[in-house]
C-alpha cells in the first residue's frame, strides 16, 4: 500500500515520489537560520576579544571570526565525525548496510553519503554534510548490536532525510559553533585572573569592567545552549516523516526509537556534549525538568506521529517486514 497522504504518487522530474519537507522555503529557512548563528557567534567572539585584549583583541578577534565562520561552513562535517572518532566503514564489512544505504539514497534521489561508524556501544546514529553532494551518516557498533536490519533501515532514512531535507548543514555549524562558544567561556575562565578586570579605557576598568567580563563568563555558557535550542525540533519531526515514507515502515523507526531510548538511559554518550543535537536521540538522556532544554522532541511524541502515519497507511506491520510499496 502506498502513501496517499503525505506521499505524493505522481512523478517528478527524476521519476521519485515527492516527500515531506525538502522545498525551497525549507532550505532558505536553514540558510537564514545558519546566518544568524554565525552573525550571532561573531558578535559573541568580538566582545569577548575586545574584553580580553583591547582594540588589539578585537582585531584578533575578527581574524578569528572570518577563520571560524569559515571553517565552520567547509569543514564541520569532518570535525564532528573527528570529535567522536569516526572511522569510515568498509563496504566488505557490512556489505548489506552500505546496500541500505545507497537504496534509501536512490529512492530520496541524491547520491551516497559515506558511511562511517563510531567506536561505542551506545546505540546512536547521526547525519553530517553541508549538502546532499558532501553528506556522511554515522551509525554507532552500539546500534548494530540491538537494532534488527528492518529498524535499522528506518534510522538511516531518518538519517537520510535530513540530508535530503538540508538540516545537516545547520546541524554540524551549529555544533562547531556550540563548542567555540564554550571554548571561549573556558578562555576567560582560565585568564581571569589577570584580564577580569581588564578594559583598554584604563579609567574604565576595575570593579566595573571585572563585572562586566564575569557577566560573560554566565553569559557564553547560556548563549551555547540556546544555540542548540535553536536548531530546531521540528528538523526531527520533519526528518522522522520523510525517513517514514523513504523506508515505507514508520513502525519501524519507531520501534527503533524506543530501543534506543532505552539505551541512552543504560549507557548515557557524553562525548562532546555541544554535538548531542546531531543525533537522532539524544544521547545524554535528560530526564525530568532538563527534558524541557533538549534539542530533541519527547520520543513518545515522535512515537505517536510515527504509528499515526502507519495507522493511516493501513499498518505496516500487517503486511509483514518491509512494509509499504513505493507509488513508482
Request: aromatic share 8%; proline share 5%; no cysteine.
Amino acid at each position: 500500500m502506498a502513501f496517499t497522504d503525505t506521499h505524493e504518487t505522481s512523478r517528478n522530474g527524476g521519476g521519485r515520489p515527492a516527500l515531506h519537507g525538502g522545498g525551497g522555503w525549507h532550505r532558505l529557512g536553514n540558510a537564514l537560520k545558519t546566518t544568524v548563528l554565525l552573525a550571532g557567534l561573531t558578535a559573541l567572539v568580538l566582545v569577548i576579544g575586545q574584553r580580553l585584549g583591547g582594540t588589539q583583541g578585537l582585531m584578533f578577534a575578527g581574524f578569528f571570526a572570518v577563520v571560524m565562520n569559515f571553517g565552520s561552513y567547509w569543514f564541520s562535517d569532518k570535525i564532528a565525525l573527528a570529535i567522536h572518532g569516526a572511522q569510515p566503514l568498509p563496504y566488505e564489512q557490512a556489505p548489506w548496510l552500505h546496500q541500505m544505504v545507497e537504496r534509501l539514497s536512490a529512492r530520496a534521489g541524491m547520491p551516497k553519503p559515506k558511511v562511517y561508524i563510531l567506536p561505542t556501544r551506545a546505540p546512536n546514529a547521526f547525519a553530517t554534510g553541508r549538502s546532499p553532494k558532501h553528506a556522511a551518516v554515522a551509525v554507532t557498533a552500539g546500534i548494530m548490536e540491538i537494532l534488527d536490519q528492518r529498524e535499522l533501515e528506518g534510522v538511516l532514512a531518518h538519517e537520510i532525510g535530513h540530508v535530503r531535507n538540508r538540516d545537516t548543514l545547520i546541524g554540524t555549524v551549529a555544533a562547531t559553533l556550540a563548542g567555540i562558544i564554550s571554548y571561549a567561556a573556558q578562555m576567560l575562565f582560565w585568564f581571569g585572573g589577570s584580564m577580569l578586570g581588564r578594559s583598554d579605557d584604563e579609567e574604565g576598568g576595575g570593579i566595573a569592567g571585572a563585572f562586566a567580563n564575569l557577566g560573560l563568563l554566565l553569559v557564553a555558557p547560556i548563549a551555547a545552549t540556546l544555540l542548540q535550542l535553536a536548531v530546531s525540533r521540528s528538523r526531527e519531526y520533519g526528518a522522522d516523516a520523510t525517513g517514514a515514507e523513504l523506508s515505507g515502515d514508520p513502525d519501524a523507526l519507531a520501534d527503533a526509537l524506543l530501543k534506543m531510548e532505552r539505551g541512552a538511559e543504560m549507557m548515557p554518550y557524553d562525548r562532546a556534549p555541544a554535538t548531542s543535537h546531531l543525533f537522532i536521540v539524544n544521547p545524554l538522556h535528560k530526564g525530568g525538568v532538563m527534558a524541557l532544554f533538549s534539542t530533541h522532541p519527547p520520543i513518545p511524541e515522535r512515537v505517536r506521529r510515527l504509528r499515526a502515519m502507519s495507522a493511516r497507511a493501513g499498518g505496516s506491520r500487517a503486511r509483514g517486514r518491509g512494509g509499504w510499496e513505493y507509488a513508482y
